[in-house]
């Protein structure tokens, strides 16, 4: 299968799963992963109409954004950001989905433009549900006070929701249904913060039964990622 199909197959089965769970595809923002892939995999990803692409490193964000300046394309971050880079990731990302320290929030607001009030950036709160630090992600018993800590100090972030990754270890419908309940709490200190990012190649269907908002898919449309270093 070329591109074109892989992709047109997942949108497929996207619609499928949001038609069984009783939800409007409409509603759910497919995020292509283009993490390792060559630059030209974006062009010929913007050729079939996608909108939005996903990075995990600051520093192919940023040279792949350049590359398609000017290009009506929206740029996920969804990597551990280190706080010395927050400054690119804030020019060159969209939307971060990966908040999950205070530290991380400040960086991100102090790099805003201070001369433009339209400098806006959208944040998800980065959930891990694990037991395993090494994996990402703020643990759940410190989701309030982190989204209480963006809305109260961090005026140019919006608190768009929470993501996650799914465990290796354990089946994703029941993690994606704890998610669902850490997004209620997120959305008890910002009531609009509706997001759900979650859902990849191997489980986005179960994230979709979940409500998930955004789905982050890489190698089922892109095919198996380069071996990198
Ligand atoms: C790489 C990555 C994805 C996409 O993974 P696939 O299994 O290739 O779909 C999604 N989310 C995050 C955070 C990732 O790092």
């Not at 709490?185 to 986005?204: K, Q």
């Amino acid at each position: 299968m070329d591109l074109g199909s892989r992709l047109a197959d997942i949108d497929a089965r996207i619609s499928d799963a949001a038609r069984s769970a009783g939800r409007d595809a409409t509603t759910i923002t497919r995020i292509v992963v283009t993490k390792f892939h060559p630059v030209e995999l974006v062009q010929d990803l913007a050729d079939l109409g996608v909108t939005d692409v996903g990075e995990n490193r600051q520093q192919e964000l940023s040279s792949k954004r350049e590359t398609y300046a000017g290009r009506p394309l929206r740029w996920h971050f969804i990597g551990q950001a280190q706080t010395n880079k927050a400054r690119a990731v804030r020019r060159d990302a969209d939307a971060v989905h990966s908040l999950d320290r205070a530290r991380l929030a400040d960086s991100l607001h102090t790099a805003r433009r201070e001369d433009d009030e339209s400098d806006i950036l959208d944040v998800l709160i980065q959930v891990n549900l694990t037991d395993d630090p090494g994996r990402g992600g703020v643990e759940p018993s410190g989701i309030v006070e982190l989204a209480e800590h963006v809305a109260a100090s961090c005026p140019s972030l919006r608190l768009r929701g929470v993501m996650a990754v799914a465990p290796l270890d354990e089946e994703p419908a029941p993690a994606f249904a704890r998610l669902a309940d850490y997004a209620g709490l997120v959305r008890g200190v910002v009531p609009d913060a509706e997001w759900i990012s979650a859902g990849m190649t191997g489980d986005f269907a179960e994230a979709i039964a979940a409500g998930a908002t955004h789905l982050r898919i890489g190698s089922a449309i892109t095919g198996p990622r380069p071996v990198h270093g």
